[in-house]
Every structure is written in C-alpha cells, then in structure tokens.
C-alpha cells in the first residue's frame, strides 16, 4: 500500500514563496507517477503539477513558470517549489500517487486529472494573503 505524507504549508503573503514535500513509501517493486493536486472550499479538486518517471514535468496553465515540480534521486520524496504565489493558489494541497502510467491522447490528459490517481496524503494548507 503506498502511504503519502504532505508538509511545508503555511500562510504568506502574495508574492512570496513556499516549499511543499510529500514523502512516498510502500510501492517497493513498481514505478510510482505522482502529481499535486489543491483544492479551495466548494471546488473541485484541481491538478497543479506531475512529473513523469523520467522526470518529465507537467503543470496546469495557471501556475505555469511559477511553481516546480522535483523528486529527489531515490524517487521517495516529491517537492513542489511555489514561487510569486497568488492568492488564487489558496487552498489545501494534496500528494498524489498511482502504478499505472497516465498517458495522455488528443481529447483527455489524466497526468493532471483527480480520477487517475489511487493513491493520496491527508494534505497541507495553503494561505495566501494580500
């Protein structure tokens, strides 16, 4: 069973910057494909990041070229690096995780897509504020 734990959350003003890590354990012997995910109250869960087991980054239009997505070498932690955050960016972030490969065709994307993945940590909040 793969167990997720979210932290670095917190409350900043807009502007500034946050560093979030998920640690990863329990999928010894497969590939594990991840993604962050934020969700506001009385929305959707919405995807912010994935990245690919070859390192291949994804981000959502939104955070584009302010947010970064990394693993460390061993592959049992996955960071998400929030730069010149917004107050549109609050919200609870969660760590996602699953075996199977999201591949992506020309009318759907599941790298970025709530429904793909099976696996989730409990989230972190984050505030943003003006």
């Known amino acids: 069973e793969v167990q997720l734990v979210e932290s670095g959350g917190g409350s900043v003003q807009a502007g500034g910057s946050l560093k979030l890590s998920c640690v990863a354990s329990g999928y010894t012997g497969s590939p594990l494909y991840m993604a962050w995910f934020r969700q506001a109250p009385g929305k959707e869960r919405e995807g912010v990041a994935h990245i690919d087991t070859d390192g291949v980054a994804t981000y959502a239009q939104s955070v584009k070229g302010r947010f970064m997505i990394s693993q460390d070498n061993a592959k049992s932690t996955l960071v998400l690096e929030m730069n010149n955050l917004k107050t549109e960016d609050t919200g609870m972030y969660y760590c996602?995780?699953?075996?199977?490969?999201?591949?992506?065709?020309?009318?759907?994307?599941?790298?970025?897509?709530?429904?793909?993945?099976?696996?989730w940590g409990h989230g972190t909040q984050v505030t943003v504020s003006s």
């Open positions: 996602a995780a699953d075996r199977e490969r999201p591949q992506a065709d020309s009318d759907y994307d599941p790298r970025l897509s709530r429904y793909h993945y099976n696996n």
